[in-house]
């Protein structure tokens, strides 16, 4: 436990002054919505008008949640989750966040009694002081992304970090509080906050579908936000709700240009932000970013005649993917910026990978990460029906970055491609071009060293609990496109 040098007295009177007129402003709508819901939740407008909470509703500046009996999930526009616990009253004091560390985002909360888990997102990665929660007789920073927080009846605040380091400071002092520890606010404002050995006391999880996890997705209300009789022997969580249209999302994409003098060559671009754009069922139907190698502007836009939507689709809330087959719209790197508007047939396809970047990754500890869904991939030519992927990825989280291990399997009509390589990252996103070998081909023309690969991707949710790839493989005689996303 490190105790900080509170040198700057005005700090906390500021930045309480900022909290308390925060509600003052113009509220700004939709800056985060209920990923989950139980029991009886209420929220209180900054204008004073009560209502009953349900999965999926969108949250605005000023709301204030009151849990009661029940729980909720919040997820917000900069990727942050919070986890309010029963008798919880939880407020969004400001919050700003146009899809970028800019210097203008920011999210200051209030826990006013209860207690909550927090996972941060962008908001506060760049800047720590963009990123305060309040409680009465103190105020959270960050120099993490993790950590519950409970509000103590007597008044006190006590918190204990489960990644990152935790800044925990009241009039009289501040302490840090990195993972693992715990330290206590007391509510007499002349005692210091110190480390402490009590840890938040939680009420446990309730068991509904097997599901024992404080962040997750599911629905235990009626269509009118009332609470529902469920039978917990035999409940289970719907399918969470697919990523919303927007921008602050990671994207990589394996291509192809028909018109180019090559046309059998394939490409990979990836970069963040993004801002994607999709339909009902959560299939893709616009991307774009700036291409992370080249900073060419790359905009992809899916179906531009209108007509019917084809290919594969997969989107869990967290990650999205897909293949696109019929019309593209598109602007990518070559020799400089190129337009290309090719139409893809079923053997043929634009596959994406799109997410929530990860703001920071974690320092420690090993994942394996195994396929949550790929697209089918597919020749550039189109000469043979779509292929198969399976694969894994392995991955170990240091101060340093990430060491990311990739083992995948490509089979095709006419050949089977094994993959295997390794590549290091500091950041969400990470890529291995030639250094990602082929270890062993069966049918395909990969004599003499002709056979090489590329790939990019990135890690996805708060606690990187996703990763996406878009990989393209070439042998002597053609390519083959394809994308990938991964789960803890």
Not at 33 to 54: N, P, Y
Not at 454 to 483: H, K, M, N, W
Request: aromatic share 8%.
């Amino acid at each position: 436990m490190r105790t900080a040098d509170l040198s700057r007295p005005k700090f906390a009177s500021l930045l309480l002054l900022l909290l308390a007129t925060a509600g003052a402003g113009q509220a700004l709508a939709n800056v985060g919505r209920l990923e989950f819901v139980t029991g009886d939740v209420t929220a209180v407008s900054a204008a004073g008008q009560h209502r009953a909470l349900a999965r999926g509703e969108e949250l605005s500046q000023g709301d204030t949640i009151h849990t009661n009996a029940g729980r909720a999930q919040i997820r917000f526009a900069d990727g942050a989750y919070v986890s309010l616990q029963p008798g919880t009253e939880f407020g969004i004091k400001e919050y700003n966040f146009d899809g970028k560390a800019d210097g203008t985002e920011r999210g200051f909360f209030a826990l006013l009694k209860g207690a909550m888990r927090a996972v941060t997102g962008l908001i506060g990665h760049v800047d720590h002081s963009k990123y305060r929660i309040r409680t009465p007789t103190a105020t959270v920073g960050i120099r993490g992304t993790g950590g519950l927080i409970q509000v103590l009846n007597d008044g006190s605040t006590l918190i204990r970090g489960s990644s990152g380091i935790w800044v925990l400071s009241s009039p009289a002092g501040s302490v840090e509080v990195p993972a693992g520890t715990s330290a206590i606010a007391p509510a007499n404002p002349g005692i210091p906050p110190h480390e402490t050995s009590q840890g938040p006391s939680l009420p446990p999880p309730p068991p509904v579908g097997g599901l024992n996890n404080d962040f997750r997705q599911g629905d235990q209300v009626k269509p009118d936000g009332t609470p529902a009789s469920l039978s917990i022997a035999t409940v289970t969580a719907p399918p969470p709700a697919p990523l919303q249209s927007g921008s602050g999302y990671a994207a990589a994409v394996a291509y192809s240009d028909p018109n180019v003098e090559f046309p059998g060559y394939g490409y990979v671009s990836s970069g963040l932000p993004a801002t994607a754009v999709f339909d009902a069922a959560g299939g893709l139907t616009h991307v774009n970013f700036k291409d992370q190698s080249t900073s060419v502007e790359s905009v992809f836009n899916l179906n531009p005649d209108g007509a019917q939507v084809k290919g594969e689709s997969g989107n869990d809330g967290i990650i999205a993917w897909g293949r696109w087959t019929g019309g593209v719209n598109m602007t990518y790197p070559c020799d400089g910026p190129c337009t290309a508007q090719p139409t893809y047939a079923d053997n043929q396809g634009l596959h994406y990978v799109v997410g929530l970047p990860t703001p920071i990754l974690p320092t420690t500890g090993t994942a394996t990460y195994t396929m949550l869904g790929a697209t089918s991939p597919t020749y550039v030519d189109g000469h043979t029906s779509p292929g198969n992927f399976t694969g894994t990825l392995d991955v170990a989280f240091t101060a340093a970055g990430a060491n990311v291990g990739m083992n995948f399997n490509v089979v095709m009509p006419d050949a089977t491609y094994a993959l295997a390589g390794n590549t290091t990252t500091t950041s969400s996103q990470f890529s291995a071009g030639t250094d990602l070998k082929t270890l062993s081909v069966t049918g395909g023309n990969c004599a003499s060293g002709a056979c090489s690969s590329q790939v990019q991707g990135f890690f996805a949710g708060p606690t990187a609990e996703r990763a996406g790839v878009a990989y393209q493989i070439t042998d002597s005689s053609a390519q083959i496109l394809g994308a990938a996303a991964f789960k803890k």
